[in-house]
């Protein structure tokens, strides 16, 4: 043991060693006194009863990598879920990326007025064209919906009280909270009706004089049915109204138009009813960056913008950009520069010549069973959670690997699926074609062909 200490090389023999020598010394010797240690460790504790230096250099070298190379890398989603939150959500447009690269990569007048020579707003680039689209009075943008709700609240409920049906009282994915968020805020909570039914009389009755704001929330990723109801935001606004209240409609998935669903309310129905205020997401149906939306009164959004937690939530210039290019692509009625709205509409013929254009360039590959099956996409992102849209895919098994071990080996190597009967789907929705050869290139490695 006590040879094998005294023959681990010395950390400035291995910083001097050739083999890295186009490595940054601030980056490698912290990694190299990782590994000595871990070798010393495990010679004390009779682990190993030789030193393979070969073996280490390459552990070095590894690690060098991982910390110097991006850890975020392209997928192929071959899921079937439109926004699948884990994988980016909503993806951005070529033609929008190339509209919006000279801006990111040179100066511009973000927050300048070049006709006066001052300091201007960054919202205004997004503002008019709300306004021309969704005919509100202001607009304010932060950096997500959840920082919308946050915000509102903390300005307009603070030490008051902020009334909303228990059947909207909502938990989406990572645990948001919109009661937690509520307490956050500083707000008083103010639950009404009963899990499964609220009446217009139940907030009617709650309204006191310590009463701010009428809150109506977006049920994301689930639906009642059966023995319910909930009052409309119509409603609701015009209880606030006569009882000189906000009303509120935290609105989530930010739907503006292009699909035809009667499950979602369109952020154009909402606003043609003179809200006080709405909220929503970028990067959901509306298919734009992430983003939360706010739209409503001036004389509200005047007080949103006097808070000093926006500095905290205020959103940087590729958010502008990216979102005032996709709102010129709603202006221009160019839907089809909305990837989202795009892969959501894809006519299911289309669907079937893609899984069966991906099904011929797979079939040589040996030891793998492919189907051309019907399957069933989603919209995803907590949006229209009852909406199931006809699609396409293959389906693989081989008798080389269980279900399981296919599918994780084929994930590691960038293609996600999910599992359905104990075969590997892929539904050709979300998967472009320039990805077919990578994906034959893939699961011919995987399967040693």
């Known amino acids: 043991m006590q040879d094998l200490l005294k023959h681990l090389p010395k950390i400035d023999a291995l910083l001097k060693d050739s083999d890295f020598s186009m490595m940054k010394h601030k980056i490698l ?38 910390q110097t190379h991006s850890t975020i890398m392209p997928l192929i989603n071959a899921t079937g879920v439109v926004l699948q939150t884990n994988l980016g959500r909503s993806l951005l447009h070529p033609k929008i990326l190339e509209e919006i690269m000279p801006l990111l990569s040179s100066y511009n007048n973000l927050e300048y007025d070049i006709n ?47 009334i909303i049906s228990r059947g909207e009282l909502v938990e989406i994915g990572g645990s948001f909270r919109i009661n937690e968020v509520m307490k956050l805020s500083g707000s008083h909570l103010i639950e009404v009706g009963t899990t499964n039914k609220t009446h217009l009389s139940d907030y009617q009755e709650a309204i006191t004089e310590r009463t701010s704001l009428l809150l109506k929330a977006h049920q994301s990723n689930f639906k009642q049915i059966g023995f319910c109801s909930s009052v409309s935001f119509e409603s609701l606004t015009q209880l606030a109204q006569q009882h000189n209240l906000i009303d509120y409609y935290d609105l989530g998935s930010g739907y503006m138009q292009g699909l035809e669903t009667k499950e979602e309310p369109s952020i154009f129905e909402i606003c043609a009813k003179a809200p006080s205020l709405v909220s929503f997401s970028g990067d959901k149906l509306f298919g734009g960056p992430q983003a939360g939306i706010i739209v409503g009164k001036k004389h509200l959004i005047d007080q949103l913008k006097k808070n000093h937690l926006l500095r905290a939530l205020r959103v940087d210039k590729f958010t502008i950009l990216a979102l005032e290019a996709t709102l010129r692509s709603y202006l221009n009625e160019n839907l089809e520069q909305i990837p989202t709205l795009a892969m ?106």
């Open 344 to 449: 959501l509409n894809t006519p299911l013929s289309t669907l079937e010549q893609k899984a069966l254009k991906l099904a011929n360039l797979l079939a040589p590959i040996p030891n793998l069973d492919i189907q051309v099956e019907r399957l069933d996409s989603l919209a995803g992102g907590g949006s229209l959670p009852q909406s199931l849209f006809p699609s396409y895919g293959i389906t693989l098994s081989s008798p080389k690997y269980k279900t399981s071990t296919l599918e994780q080996k084929i994930r590691l190597q960038g293609i996600i699926t999910r599992i359905s009967n104990d075969k590997i789907c892929l539904d050709v929705r979300c998967i472009f074609e320039k990805d077919f050869a990578k994906i034959a290139d893939i699961l011919k490695k995987v399967l040693d062909v």
């Open 29 to 66: 010797k912290p990694i190299i006194q990782t590994q000595i240690q871990k070798l010393r460790e495990e010679i004390l504790s009779h682990q190993i009863q030789a030193l393979d230096i070969d073996q280490l250099k390459s552990s070095i070298t590894a690690q060098y990598h991982r």
């Open 116 to 162: 006066t020579g001052k300091r201007s707003e960054r919202y205004t680039h997004i503002t008019h064209l709300l306004q021309t689209l969704l005919h509100c009075e202001d607009v304010l943008v932060v950096n997500n919906n959840a920082s919308a709700v946050l915000l509102i609240l903390n300005t307009f409920g603070k030490d008051k009280e902020v």
